[in-house]
């Protein structure tokens, strides 16, 4: 029953870091009013103004909607798509993206199913359905043997285009990546986010983070207020319950250079997942980052970005 319990946490935490599922309105997946939308929408402009570097937003048309990318970097620069963490968009990569955007062409891209500029049309994506919508974003841009960073929820995503045969992804780094190697380490530590989606305020908000991060301080409040707006309209959603760890035989299945990092205060990974990265993916590399949380893109965002830049280069 304890098993089962710890079980259905898992679950629970997982499933609230999506957006809702709507009866009437697909295009309303997210939000329930237009106030939400233009509440989150003005937040997310604020926070993507720090970016440090010169880009571009633009909207691709896939069969689920539509799918905002963020461009940035010299043109004639190496291809590399960021995925998102949950319910963070592509604005969380603010404190990481002028090293990123230094020598590759970036193409950050918000996942559909979330809080952020993308809008789904839709019924709640598959796994399958997961893998049509990034290969007709990566059709558009004619990206070929690009580079893929992901994060938490956006690692696992990463991980699953890797296993598609063929895939035209060269690099992978997965920066804490959810449900990839293993559930969640520490379900107790995360009940905090459960009750901020289920009783939302910002009070629970700054629990949530000090529990996921090992320098709050440090997220700019600018961001902070976008990442509780999203947290405060996500809701529930079922298909969530297909995000498992992958299989032995899945991971085995990845021949591509991988780089897996790890906080050393991660409530969601611990070495059990780098052990798991070693055992199965053949041409892997993995580090522990001290002084880190899930959050380390932030909590240490010099010794990340060193990190993934050393990897990809």
């Known amino acids: 029953m304890l098993k089962l319990y710890s079980r259905l946490a898992i679950v629970l935490f997982l499933v609230t870091s999506c ?3 709507k009866k009437a309105k697909f295009e309303d997946y997210v939000f329930k009013t237009r106030n939400e939308e233009q509440k989150y929408q003005s937040a997310y402009n604020k926070a993507l103004k720090l970016w440090d570097v010169p880009y571009t937003e ?49 193409y950050a891209i918000d996942f559909i199913m979330e809080p952020n500029k993308s809008n789904l049309t839709a019924k709640p994506l598959s796994s399958e359905d997961i893998l049509v919508f990034y290969n007709e974003v990566f059709n558009y841009y004619k990206l070929k043997k690009f580079d893929i960073v ?34 969640i380490d520490k379900v107790g530590k995360t009940t905090s986010a459960l009750m901020l989606k289920l009783f939302p305020s910002e009070h629970k908000f ?29 809701k529930s959603n079922s298909s969530m319950l297909k995000m498992h760890p992958f299989s032995d ?65």
């Open 58 to 106: 633009e909207d691709v048309k896939t069969s689920f909607g539509t799918a905002h990318v963020i461009l940035a970097g010299p043109k004639n620069g190496k291809n590399l798509v960021l995925l998102h963490g949950m319910d963070a968009s592509s604005t969380m990569w603010y404190p990481n993206i002028k090293a990123l955007a230094k020598n590759h062409r970036i």
């Open 206 to 234: 700054g629990k949530t983070l000090s529990t996921f991060s090992t320098h709050p301080e440090k997220i700019s409040h600018v961001y902070k207020r976008q990442f509780y707006l999203a947290n405060k309209y996500a």
């Open 19 to 21: 957006a809702s599922t």
């Open 150 to 183: 992901g994060a938490s929820r956006g690692g696992w995503i990463a991980t699953l285009l890797a296993t598609q045969k063929p895939n035209s992804i060269d690099k992978i780094v997965l920066l804490s990546p959810a449900q990839t190697f293993k559930f």
């Open 249 to 313: 035989k899945e991971l085995q299945s990845i021949q591509n250079p991988v780089l897996v990092l790890i906080g050393d205060k991660d409530v969601i990974n611990s070495e059990e997942s780098l052990e798991r990265a070693q055992k199965h993916l053949k041409n892997s590399k993995t580090k522990i980052v001290k002084d880190a949380g899930h959050f380390l893109t932030i909590d240490q965002s010099k010794i990340t970005n060193d990190a993934v830049i050393n990897f990809l280069d």
